[in-house]
Each structure stands twice: as C-alpha cells, then as structure tokens.
C-alpha cells in the first residue's frame, strides 16, 4: 500500500532534550515536506527536500533541521525543543510538481 | 508571496442539505488549487484539485469545487451533506506549473458541522 508514515504518533518530552520525528514514504517520490499545525493558522511549511540531499527552508524553520540522505526518509530534528514547538506535525511526499500526500501526523508536546 | 483565506472557522448544515465551504487566494500567475480533509485523529486527506479545464471539480466523497478565476475562489461543495462529512477542511494553493515548486499555502480550516 502506498503510504507516507511517521513515527512515532503522539511524543511528550521536556525542554531541551533532543528529539527526532521520522519520515518515511514507499512511492519513490522526489518531493518530501514537513508542516506543523497549529488552530487557526492551518498548516504551515517547516522545511521540504526536492530531492536527496537537496533541503531548504519553508515557512517557519526556526528550531527544526532535516536530513535527505535517502529518497524514502526524511526525518525532522530538534535539538533543543521548546514549548512552542507543541503542535501536530506532518509529513507529505509527492513527485516534483505532483499532489501531496500527507503521514497520519505526530503529535508532540514539550512540557 | 501567496496566501488562501477560509473566511468561516465552522460551518453548519443539516443532514441531507447541501453544503459550501469558502476559500478564496492571492497567488502569482495562473494557481494549483487543493482541498484537504482531516478527519478526527488523522492526517490529511486529499479530496481534489484544479490545474486547468473545467473550472468545476469532482472529487472524493461526492465533493466538488468550483475555481472562479475573477473572483479568485475556490469553493467546495456538496448537493447533500452527511453527518460523516463533519470534519476540519483546509484549502491549498501553490503556483501553477510544474517547475514552480511544490510549497503549498494552506488556509486556516474550516469546521464543518453536519448534525442529524
């Protein structure tokens, strides 16, 4: 089944401690994205990858850093999370130009 | 820069009735335009699209959507709502073309309430 899947689902940890949510998606898709989702502000761009090794910013990068090492993974890194960082965090893939499909989302909670 | 607006934080509508959720956008050149659903406790579903042709959209679920170039909206539709259609609801626009790159902008959400 073609499926973007993330890992793990829900997350609470403590300020600073480092934390990595993992991404991975089986349809050779070039283009991988992270969004965070936050009420009323919909979903907003963290980074995204037009393909391996090949990452840039998106719309609220500050805190976040990624890796493409492989085509299917593409895991979101924080070094030191802080508790507005809380949020519900997705992963999408598409081919270059093509729809996005979106993971099942990680819910993480930085106390 | 591009933007989407979903003027209404919820929608009600009875069982049966048929149902519109708004979103209009500002982007440069000609837009890709989406619609997303989420479910409660799920990710992301897409429902359709418009790149071109017909400026009226089927999609998933009996959902469409009507791309209106001069008023820059895109409107999702139903003849006949169903209680398992309440769900949140994100519109989307990124630049048209296929070099143009992938960010999509998403608009707020929009609850939709369908009650029995």
């Known amino acids: 089944e073609a499926q973007v899947t993330q890992n793990p689902r829900y997350l609470i940890t403590v300020t600073g401690k480092k934390l990595t949510v993992t991404c991975s998606q089986n349809m050779n898709h070039e283009y991988m994205s992270w969004y965070r989702q936050d009420p009323g502000l919909g979903l907003r761009q963290i980074y995204y990858s037009m393909n391996v090794e090949v990452t840039d910013k998106g719309d609220v990068p500050e805190g976040y850093k990624v890796s493409r090492k492989e085509k299917r993974n593409f895991p979101l890194i924080l070094e030191s999370p802080s508790p507005n960082q809380t949020s519900l965090y997705f992963c999408?893939?598409?081919?270059?130009?093509?729809?996005?499909?979106f993971g099942p989302g990680t819910r993480l909670l930085v106390l | 820069a591009q933007s989407v607006a979903q003027p209404e934080d919820q929608v009600n509508v009875a069982e049966g009735n048929p149902l519109t959720v708004k979103c209009t956008y500002s982007v440069s050149g000609n837009p890709y335009l989406f619609w997303y659903v989420q479910y409660p406790n799920r990710g992301l579903q897409f429902l359709l699209k418009y790149i071109t042709g017909d400026n009226l959209v089927k999609g998933s679920y009996g959902f469409e959507a009507e791309f209106n170039k001069s008023q820059t909206s895109f409107h999702l539709k139903k003849p006949s709502a169903l209680v398992s259609d309440s769900a949140l609801y994100f519109c989307a626009v990124r630049p048209g073309g296929d070099n143009a790159g992938n960010m999509l902008t998403f608009g707020g959400g929009t609850r939709l309430m369908v009650k029995p």
């Open positions: 999408a893939s598409s081919l270059l130009g093509g729809t996005q499909y």
